[in-house]
């Protein structure tokens, strides 16, 4: 049973950046034809995709986050990671990370709170 | 980019009612649309892909149908548990999400 785990600060000050991992276990990242996601959730309101990069290394962004985003894997630790740069309150939120193929998501981490304030 | 809008935004029912969601899209996707289930201080949790199919281990009291730009997400006898927020995904075009339905205890 593939599991994913979030980490990372949980306070980022404005203007900074905002760095995840996700560690996959379970199974291997870079076997089958996956992709890896991240999504955030402010408090009280919907998911907003960030950005996935396959398997391959390639990667695909959200056009309003495009610029300040940077999504990449490490093989070797079977993780994960997401750069935002930048930083305003408007990016306080819930960060999941998301493993799936081109048309679900199968498996979702827990959620981590990172909220941005000096 | 595709916009998936959802309706209602919020819905209150009783246990054994059958509940449907919309989900409708700003173009047309084919298939390529999830639903998925939250609840509070938990990940989403994935209950039909492709539209129409359930995903292993969900009840079937759960189905999805349409295709194109309209969908649906229909319980056909709510449970205690079944009460919680509601998300569509699709998949055409990168991915984004509906805004979400909020189901409520009546």
């Known amino acids: 049973q593939v599991q994913l785990q979030e980490s990372g600060p949980g306070l980022v000050k404005p203007s900074q950046t905002l760095s995840l991992t996700c560690t996959v276990s379970g199974g291997s990242i870079s076997s089958g034809s996956y992709y890896w996601s991240w999504i955030r959730q402010p408090a009280g309101k919907g998911l907003e995709w960030i950005g996935r990069i396959y398997t391959s290394g390639s990667t695909n962004y959200n056009p309003s986050l495009k610029s300040r985003v940077t999504i990449s894997v490490d093989t070797s630790k079977n993780q994960f990671s997401l750069k935002l740069s930048s930083v305003t309150a408007a990016d306080t939120a819930v960060y999941y990370c998301?493993?799936?193929?081109?048309?679900?998501?199968?498996?979702w981490g827990q959620g981590t709170l990172v909220t941005v304030s000096s | 980019a595709i916009q998936l809008t959802q309706s209602p935004s919020s819905l209150s029912a009783s246990v054994g009612d059958r509940v449907t969601i919309t989900c409708r899209a700003s173009q047309g996707i084919s298939s390529a649309l999830a639903w998925y289930q939250q609840k509070p201080g938990k990940a989403p949790k994935l209950l039909i892909y492709?539209?129409?199919s359930l995903e292993s281990g969900v009840p079937s009291r759960f189905s999805g149908s349409g295709s194109g730009t309209d969908f649906t997400l229909t319980i056909s006898s709510l449970q205690p548990e079944d009460f919680a927020t509601y998300y569509c995904q699709q998949f055409n075009s990168y991915t984004t999400f509906g805004q979400g339905t909020r189901l409520e205890i009546k």
């Open positions: 492709d539209a129409s």
């Open positions: 998301a493993g799936g193929g081109s048309r679900t998501y199968d498996y």
